[in-house]
Each structure stands twice: as C-alpha cells, then as structure tokens.
C-alpha cells in the first residue's frame, strides 16, 4: 500500500495527542499516510515553519490562524483551520510565594471557581501580577482577557502579561520572571512537580468548551489539497475517538511521554488526560470533568461561531474594526471541509455551522445532519451567551 508523507509541526504538550496518537497508533496509515512529526520549539517558530513551507500541517493554537488573517503578529502568510485537535487543557498556576498569601487570605484552592480564586488572588496581591502566556495570540490569553474584564475593578490594570514558551514556564516561575501563568498541560503540572508553583484553576473554570488547538494548513494548501486534507481530518478523528477512552488513557501518555515526543514521566501527562490534577505540591488533588476534550461532543468540528467570539475578542484587545473582525473569521474555521471529509465515516456532524457559545449547562441533545449530536456543556463563568447572529 501506497502511502503519502505528511510533514506535520507539533510543540510539546498533553494536547498534540492526536498528531502523535494517528501516526502512533497506525490511524494514519489507514488513511495512507505517514505523519513526519517534527517538534517547534516554540509558536512563532511552529507559525513560521508552516508559514514557509516547512511542514504541510501543524498543531495550531486556535487565535493563531484568526490573527493571521486579521494582519496581526507579522505572520506573512494566511491559514484555514481543517478541525479542532483540542477543546479545554489548559491551567491557570501561581508561584510559591502568591499561593502562600492566597492561603493566608483563606483561599481553599477548591480548582473550579473563577470569581472567587480571582478575587483571592488580587486580595493577596497589592502590586501588579506578572503572568505568563505561551503566545500573544493564544486561549491562554483570551481566557485571561475575558477572565479578568469579568471581574471588573482595576484586574485588568494590575496585570502584566509575558510570553514564555510551554517548556520554560516552570523555569521563569522558579527564577522570578513571572508570578503566575496560564499554559497547557503537562507544563503547569510540572511547575507543581518541581515545587515552583501551585495550580489556581483550569481554564475549564473560564469557559468550559474552548477550543485549544487546531489543525492548521495554509490557505492555499487546503484548496489545493482537499482529498488530502480530508484524509488527515479523518486519522485525527480517528486518534481523538481513540484518546476519548478511558482504557486508552495508560498507553497514550506512555507514548506521549517519549523522547521524541513530551520527554517527560508518563504519569505527569496522565494527569491531563485523566482530569486528576495535583493542584499543590504537597499533594492536593482535584478532580476536573472534562479536563481536556478530543472528541465527544464534536470536539473535532471547526464551529465557525467560535471563530467568530475569537476574532471579536482580539479585534476589542488591538483596537481592529469588530465588522472586519468578524467577516474575517468566517472563512479560517473550514466547517465545509470537515464535513465533506467527515460524510459517510458515521461521525456526528452538527445541522449547523453556527451555535450559541456559553448557553448549554448540561449535555444537551441537538439536530445533526443525519442523527441527534450531543453537545457537552458550554458555559462561560460570567453566564454571558455569544449569539454570532446578534453579534455586532
């Protein structure tokens, strides 16, 4: 059998499973591909390696393509989104120090409640709060963007926010770069590992079905590509179908934590995919439902509306035109490309290509195109609903 080389870029991280699961687990083979995984040390890199040519494909922080097409970060080059690889993963962490003053203020660390451990935080902090993101143009920091105009008061004001990569940000908390991060897993979890911080919440706590990570190709590639493009939104579908069962948890971070791959303890990556996080160094433990999401409620499909509360979101924080903002967006998340992939596999795709984003608190049932899909709950912590129809 015929198979056809795939460069794909991925970073480090708990939630670039299903690139290395689909090649790992020989879903990429039953698409006749062979996935070349090659690990960026950071996102402008993994941006510019896709951005030149260098890989066909790479994992994606979801704001990175939208910005792109937006005309910020000096990209170069525009992107299309074939699906999400990610919903949810990410922590938010404070150093030894701020989760002292946190506990003295009588803060319980219960990992699940934003306004609270938001205003235990600036109570404990009388100066300004120095917080790490992995990428300007990230969940991470429209999580925290969102997370503090939601709390109001001067938040917003008292934060500086830096950009460190994933790998280091448990170094830039241990030598005092930083007083707190937002990251993906398992780098928070290795913060708390080596003693440097304590976790203060999961971006869950914020908004409970973001997307993290996406698929992303360039523009053009997806047009001129679309067979080949479809084979690899299917093997990705595949590999997160696979990682959404439990018994598969054990094996997927032992492969995770290889050399080429994480180069970390199995266990450490575990914690992520089992939703069982160690918050504090001594051991505290939570448990979160739906830590990270690889596939069940759609996990995969490229919903146009979250582009679209994204896209808003960035226009407001760079002072862009919203209506410019919004059309832009419409066009990165390529819905019809999933779903012409997708057809005839037995996969559930949605009726529509637009939903309401913060209005489902439970697992809810909806139309699909050719049976009922079940949404995962989807709220934001401020109860605020995104209708893209009555957006602007």
Known sequence: MTTTPVAAGFLPLTDA????????????AEERLALDL???????????MLAFGQVDAAQMLAPLPLAAALGLGGAGSRFAVLSVLSVNGTVIGVSRRLAAALASGGHDFAFDDAVAAGRA???AEAGMIRIGVPFPFSMHSELLNYWLQGLGGDAVQRVSIRTVPPPLMAQAMRSGEIDAFCVGEPWGSLAVERGDGVLLLPGTAIWSFAPEKVLAVRS???ERERALGGRLIRALWRAGRWLAEPSSRGLAAEI???????????????????GRITVTPQGLQRQVSRFVEFHDGAAGFPWRSQAQWIALQMARCNGLDPRVAFERAEGVFRSDLYRAAMRGTGAQLPAASLKLEGAVDGEMAVAGESQSLRLLPNRFFDGRVFDPLAAL
């Open 121 to 123: 935080l600036f109570a």
């Open 38 to 48: 090659r690990k960026a040390a950071s996102w402008s890199a993994l941006r510019d």
């Open 220 to 222: 053009g590639w997806a």
């Open 17 to 28: 499973a299903p690139l290395i699961v689909a090649q790992e687990m020989g879903f990429a």
């Open 256 to 274: 995770l934590s290889a050399r080429r791959y994480l180069d970390l303890p199995a266990e450490i990556i575990e914690r992520a995919l089992t």
